[in-house]
T-cell receptor, first 112, second 112 residues
Framework: GENVEQHPSTLSVQEGDSAVIKCTYS??????FPWYKQELGKRPQLIID?????GEKKDQRIAVTLNKTAKHFSLHITETQPEDSAVYFC???????????FGPGTSLSVIP | GAGVSQSPRYKVAKRGQDVALRCDPI?????LFWYQQALGQGPEFLTY????????KSGLPSDRFFAERPEGSVSTLKIQRTQQEDSAVYLC??????????FGEGSWLTVV
């Protein structure tokens, strides 16, 4: 089955700097890649997603890139703010109406 | 409702006790998922329903775990004879479109 790996497990950046989280997946049939942000004690919330027919997607300070050949995808957060501090999960899904498989998470700390 | 609703939010069970966790998905959402999230880990897939049909239960860790969605709306995850390793947050999620999933706040289970 699908396996999603994520690096780094923890990341600490200064406020205003950029943060990059990288993920790899194993199943070449996967074609939907969402990213979730989870604050302590809260539910995971979708922040951005990308489908396999697109190489890059941007939403304000957040961008995601996808390399299907290498089975890599990455989350980029620019101009980080303290409220960006949370655990971020990447995920992969093969087809619509299928299960979503999550990576182990990256704990991001933004230092004021 | 406005979002995925789960109850109870917090449950303390004595080892050996049976528990039932309820999920009320977003109205009209066809797909419903259960995930288990241990402390410091990513959500681990348990089972998936499309309407009332349980299409995938490959993630259920043992035959002590059982899920149902008899009318295609509310779902219940039942854990029989709870053990300490069952302590985790149980997240329910639902989806309308077949890919983007929306999580509930989770049911925090502690087995003592």
């Amino acid at each position: 089955g699908e396996n999603v790996e994520q690096h780094p497990s923890t990341l600490s950046v200064q406020e205003g700097d950029s943060a990059v989280i990288k993920c790899t997946y194993s199943d070449s049939a996967s074609n939907y890649f969402p990213w979730y942000k989870q604050e302590l004690g809260k539910r995971p919330q979708l922040i951005i997603d990308i489908r396999s027919n697109v190489g890059e997607k941007k939403d304000q300070r957040i961008a995601v890139t996808l390399n299907k050949t290498a089975k890599h995808f990455s989350l980029h957060i620019t101009e980080t703010q303290p409220e960006d501090s949370a655990v971020y999960f990447c995920a992969a899904m093969k087809t619509s109406y299928d299960k979503v498989i999550f990576g182990p998470g990256t704990s991001l700390s933004v230092i004021p | 409702g406005a979002g995925v609703s789960q109850s109870p939010r917090y449950k303390v069970a004595k080892r050996g006790q049976d528990v039932a966790l309820r999920c009320d998905p977003i109205s009209g959402h066809v797909s419903l998922f259960w995930y288990q999230q241990a402390l410091g880990q990513g959500p681990e897939f348990l089972t998936y329903f499309q309407n009332e049909a349980q299409l995938d239960k490959s993630g259920l860790p043992s035959d002590r775990f059982f899920a149902e969605r008899p009318e295609g709306s509310v779902s219940t995850l039942k854990i029989q004879r709870t053990q300490q390793e069952d302590s985790a947050v149980y997240l329910c999620a639902s989806s309308l479109s077949g890919d983007t999933i929306y999580f509930g706040e989770g049911s925090w289970l502690t087995v003592v």
